[in-house]
């Protein structure tokens, strides 16, 4: 027998010589007391969803995006060779690379850099009006990176997530990025705890101990506990808080993760602040109920679905792309968000690796391989350029899989910008005369790799 035990129905026990209603029967020196979790007594559940801008004035700031949403703001691939980031827009065109100095993880420092894009090496990316919020936020966030303490911050923190992550799904072994860094997305989400039903009221006419009276249900907060560490299936890696000037932004300058550096001088600095994932610094939910009458008259549907996204408390996220977000209360069963796989699946398939080459001696300088060339697409024919003429293939040690282009960087005709020549690359395995048997002098170059392959 399990001591204490609870009969099944109250009835009356002799206690101290008294015959008094009681629930528990001692036995003993047992304890005649027992204690429970906390629990909501009443049917209630954690929300969670991904969320959008709402779309007209006086309502809630964020409303949870539907099924045909995408609600990545940007696609973050840390890459595990070079320890660097490349962070994507959600359609796969780059738009900034992080590189790091040479050392280990801990002597590096950052760089900012802005690459060429995926698809077109040059030329803005055409944004839909519905989907502008997602560049106020990526850019946001590129901003905080071009600062090298925050970059290097971040590029840390996802190599520890990553490593403490379970495998990515089978099917990405398929894509050549894998051979690189593994995919984070950077996305808004919010959660909020809801009842079914009007909240119980006290029934007790007696004070607690303090000698006030019971609080409502709805007057108390309750910790919310995003991402588990302990399990390799979660896939957060930080989120922050909006900003409290700007509900539609966050606060990249407040980061919290369950890897900070443990140094305060890299954590916490005027710029930017990493706060460790602690049980003392949770942000709390409070449980509500959306009353649909207002007396005796009914209230309108769109008032009270903007009541219901109004309790929402809304964090950005930087989360695995193959893992599901989990969240707990302590009162109620945990919740899993995961992001929609259509859009994850079509940013996979147009997302174009990046990296750096180099150092490499050149017979002939590549730059004067281009004027033999017309330009890039979208750019027309090079001025006296002679399309017919051939150009000796780029021989350059590379990944033995996939297809791969060589971009070189030059100026364009009034040097006002930076553009690229695209050249396809073979592979170096193909017997060429030594070193010694080449005509001097060599061009020694380190530029640009972009996968090809679909």
């Not at 024919?381 to 899989?401: A, C, K, M, Q, W």
Request: glycine share 6%; charged share 20%.
């Amino acid at each position: 027998m399990v001591f204490p035990h609870v009969s099944f129905q109250p009835s009356a026990h002799t206690v101290d010589g008294k015959v008094v209603p009681n629930v528990v029967e001692p036995t003993g020196d047992n304890c005649q007391f027992f204690q429970i979790p906390p629990s909501i007594n009443q049917p209630a559940r954690l929300f969670n969803s991904y969320l959008k801008p709402s779309a007209g004035t006086g309502q809630a700031a964020w409303v949870p995006s539907t099924e045909w949403d995408d609600p990545v703001c940007g696609y973050i691939m840390y890459n595990s060779v070079d320890l660097s980031m490349q962070v994507f827009d959600p359609v796969g065109e780059l738009y900034t690379e992080i590189l790091t100095t040479e050392g280990d993880l801990n002597s590096r420092t950052a760089q900012y850099n802005t690459p060429p894009k995926s698809q077109k090496l040059e030329g803005p990316t055409i944004v839909l009006k519905s989907a502008q919020w997602k560049v106020v936020i990526r850019n946001n966030f590129i901003e905080c990176l071009k600062n090298p303490q925050y970059a290097m911050r971040i590029i840390q923190m996802l190599a520890d997530a990553a490593s403490c992550s379970g495998p990515p799904a089978e099917s990405y072994s398929s894509i050549i990025n894998s051979a690189f860094g593994r995919p984070f997305a950077l996305a808004v989400a919010g959660w909020s705890i809801e009842l079914s039903h009007e909240e119980l009221e006290p029934q007790t006419t007696t004070k607690n101990v303090t000698g006030r009276t019971y609080s409502k249900l709805s007057d108390y907060e309750f910790p919310l506990h995003i991402g588990l560490k302990e399990h390799s299936n979660d896939g957060l890696a930080a989120y922050f808080p909006i900003s409290k000037e700007n509900k539609m932004e966050p606060d990249f300058r407040n980061i919290y993760t369950f890897w900070p550096s443990g140094n305060d001088q890299i954590d916490r600095n005027d710029s930017f602040n990493c706060h460790g994932i602690h049980m003392s610094s949770l942000p709390t939910l409070h449980a509500h109920h959306v009353e649909p009458f207002n007396g005796s008259n009914v209230r309108l549907e769109k008032d009270m679905i903007n009541e219901r996204f109004e309790h929402i408390l809304p964090f950005a996220l930087l989360v695995d792309l193959f893992h599901p977000v989990k969240a707990q209360t302590g009162v109620l069963p945990p919740s899993n968000l995961r992001l929609p796989d259509w859009p994850v699946q079509q940013a996979l398939r147009t997302i174009r690796l990046f990296y750096r080459v180099g150092q490499f001696l050149f017979r002939e300088d590549p730059l004067k391989m281009m004027i033999n060339q017309p330009e890039s697409e979208g750019d027309g024919d090079r001025e006296g350029s002679n399309p017919e003429l051939v150009v000796p293939p780029l021989y350059i040690p590379t990944v033995p899989h996939g297809q791969w282009e060589w971009l070189q960087p030059y100026l364009s005709s009034d040097d006002s910008e930076t553009k690229y020549w695209s050249q396809p690359v073979s592979k170096s395995d193909i017997p060429r005369p030594v070193l010694e048997d080449l005509r001097s002098p060599y061009t020694m170059v380190d530029r640009i790799m972009r996968s090809t392959e679909l």
